[in-house]
C-alpha cells in the first residue's frame, strides 16, 4: 500500500512537470513570435510549424525530464528541506535548456535551412520554467503538509534502539512531523526486554523477537540506532533486514561535537567511506559559487566605481599614509593572502602594526582607537572602508559570503583556544556571512560568531548564500558595531 502510493504521488509528480516544462515551452514561443514579435523579427507563418522557433516547444519537456530524473528530483525527499529541491532544479533547467538548444542548434543546419534558433526564446523559456517549477513544487510541499498534519500520507518506520541515541532519533523525527515520517514503535537493541514504552511509545520485542514483529507490522522503513558499544552487532542485523522490503537508515552513535560538518557518504570501488569533515563547496555547488562570485563582484565594482574614487580622495586627505591598506589574512585551507581595505586609522610603521597584532585578544583591537580618523570612522561604520574586498574577490582570495577572514598571525591562539575553530578555513572567507547579517560584527563574541559560521558551514547551499546577500542589502552595511 505505501509504495503504491509512494508511486501515485511520483505519477502526480512527473505529469504535473511535464504540463509545466510545456507550458512555459508554448508560452516562451508566444512571448518571442506573439505580442512581442515586432520587436524583433517577423513572425513565423505558421505558429507551431517544424521550424527551428518552434520545436523547442516539442522537445523542451522529454529533455528536462531526463535532466531532472539524473538529478535526483524523482526520489523521495520527505527529510529534505526545500532549498535543497529548488537548487536541484535550478540545475535542472540550466541543463535541461542548455542540452535543449545545444541539440536544436546542432540540427538546426540539417532540418531547419540552417537557421539558428531563438536565444531570447531560451531564456525566457529557462525563467518560465524555473519559476513555475519552484512554485509548483513549493506548492505541492505545502499541500503534503496539510493531508500529513491530519494523519494522512505518513510513512511509519521502526527505530531499532531504545537508548540515548534512539531517543535522539525519536524526538528528531517527531520535531520534523512535516516529513510524514512516523516513529511507530521501539525495538529495544537488547535480545530480550521487559520494558513496554519508550518516550510513551510502544516498545514491541527485543532484537531476538524482530523478525517477528516487522511481519506484524505495516511499514515502510527502519531507523538503526545502536549504541556505540554494539557497532559489531550492525553488519548481522542488516543481513536479518534483507528479508524485508523497508528502507533502511543507520544512525551512527558519534557524539556532534566531532561532527561540527556535514556527513556524507560515498564509495570507492566497493568500499564505503563516511566523510565527517569536507568541504562543501566541493563539485558543482563551488563552481556556481564561484560563478556567483565573480558575476557579483563585477557588477559591485561597475556601481561602487565612482564612489571609490571619491573614498580614496578623502582617504588621502585625511592624512599621510596609503590610500588602500593590506592586510595578510588567512582563507580557504589556511591559504595566506592580502586583504584589501580603505585606510581607516592614521599610517603606522610596520613594527606598530606587528606589535599591536601580536599583542591582540579581541576580534576588533582597534575599534575605539583614538588613532581612527574621522573619515575612517564614517566609513567603518558604514563598512564602506570594505569595499576594495571586491577585487578580493574578483582575484579568487575571497567569496562574497564566508566567514570573515582572520588576521593570519592570531590563529595559532585561536587554533589552540578555540575548538571547531579550524573548521572555518574548510570554506572561503567572504565580506558578509551568517553571523554578520545576524548582528555579530566588530567587538562582539567571538564565540557566538564561531557558532553561526559552523551553522553557515553545516547548512551551506546556494539559497542560503543568495539570502545572506538579500539580507546584506538591509543590514549589513551599517550596524553600531562596525563603527
Not at 535551412?113 to 513549493?138: E, I, K
Not at 568541504?279 to 565612482?306: C, E, H, M, Q, Y
Request: proline share 6%; with cysteine.
Amino acid at each position: 500500500m505505501l509504495r503504491e502510493r509512494a508511486r501515485f504521488f511520483r505519477s502526480v509528480l512527473i505529469a504535473t512537470d511535464t504540463t509545466v516544462v510545456s507550458a512555459a515551452a508554448v508560452a516562451a514561443y508566444f512571448v518571442r513570435w506573439g505580442p512581442l514579435r515586432d520587436v524583433f523579427t517577423a513572425p513565423p507563418t505558421e505558429v507551431l510549424s517544424y521550424d527551428s522557433h518552434a520545436i523547442p516547444v516539442l522537445t523542451a519537456a522529454p529533455i528536462m525530464l531526463v535532466v531532472m530524473l539524473w538529478t535526483g528530483l524523482y526520489v523521495p525527499q520527505r527529510d529534505q528541506r526545500f532549498y535543497r529541491e529548488a537548487g536541484n532544479i535550478l540545475r535542472a533547467v540550466v541543463v535541461g535548456v542548455g542540452l535543449t538548444f545545444a541539440t536544436i542548434s546542432f540540427f538546426s543546419k540539417t532540418l531547419y535551412d540552417g537557421r539558428d534558433p531563438s536565444r531570447f526564446q531560451y531564456v525566457v523559456y529557462a525563467l518560465l520554467a524555473l519559476g513555475s517549477l519552484l512554485a509548483w513544487r513549493y506548492f505541492f510541499r505545502v499541500s503534503l503538509r496539510l493531508i500529513r498534519r491530519h494523519g494522512w500520507n505518513l510513512r511509519h518506520v521502526a527505530i531499532i534502539g531504545t537508548g540515548r541515541l534512539g531517543q535522539v532519533v525519536y524526538r528528531t523525527l517527531r520535531r520534523n512531523s512535516w516529513t510524514g515520517i512516523n516513529p511507530a514503535f521501539f525495538v529495544s537493541h537488547h535480545p530480550v526486554t521487559s520494558r513496554s514504552t519508550c518516550l510513551q511509545t510502544p516498545v514491541l520485542s527485543g532484537l531476538n523477537d524482530l523478525e517477528k514483529t516487522l511481519e506484524r507490522q505495516d511499514l515502510s522503513g527502519v531507523f538503526i540506532a545502536l549504541p556505540g558499544r554494539m557497532a559489531a552487532e550492525l553488519p548481522g542485523l542488516l543481513a536479518r533486514l534483507e528479508r524485508f522490503s523497508v528502507d533502511v537508515r543507520v544512525v551512527p552513535d558519534m557524539n556532534p561535537r566531532y561532527m561540527p560538518m556535514n556527513m556524507a557518504i560515498a564509495e570507492l570501488d566497493g568500499m564505503p567511506v563516511l566523510s565527517v569533515r569536507e568541504s562543501p563547496l566541493a563539485g558543482w555547488g563551488g563552481v556556481l559559487k564561484r560563478g556567483i562570485d565573480i558575476t557579483g563582484s563585477l557588477i559591485a565594482l561597475t556601481i561602487f566605481a565612482v564612489p571609490m574614487l571619491v573614498i580614496a580622495l578623502l582617504v588621502r586627505l585625511s592624512g599621510p599614509g596609503p590610500v588602500v591598506f593590506r592586510q595578510e589574512r588567512m582563507s580557504l585551507n589556511g591559504q595566506r593572502f592580502e586583504m584589501f581595505k580603505f585606510r581607516t586609522m592614521a599610517h603606522a610603521s610596520p613594527e606598530e602594526r606587528a606589535s599591536r597584532e601580536a599583542r591582540r585578544d579581541t576580534p576588533s583591537p582597534a575599534r575605539r582607537d583614538d588613532r581612527v580618523t574621522r573619515v575612517g570612522r564614517f566609513l567603518r561604520r558604514t563598512s564602506l572602508d570594505e569595499l576594495p574586498q571586491f577585487i578580493n574577490v574578483l582575484r579568487g582570495d575571497m567569496s562574497l559570503v564566508g566567514p570573515r577572514p582572520e588576521v593570519a598571525s592570531w590563529i595559532p591562539h585561536a587554533r589552540d583556544d578555540w575548538r571547531g575553530y579550524m573548521l572555518r578555513q574548510n570554506v572561503k572567507s567572504g565580506i558578509t556571512g551568517w553571523a554578520q547579517v545576524n548582528g555579530l560584527r566588530g567587538d562582539t563574541s567571538l564565540r557566538k560568531r564561531l557558532q553561526y559560521d559552523l551553522f553557515y558551514i553545516r547548512n551551506w547551499s546556494i539559497m542560503l548564500d543568495l539570502r545572506i546577500l538579500w539580507m546584506t542589502l538591509f543590514t549589513g552595511f551599517t550596524h553600531p558595531n562596525a563603527s
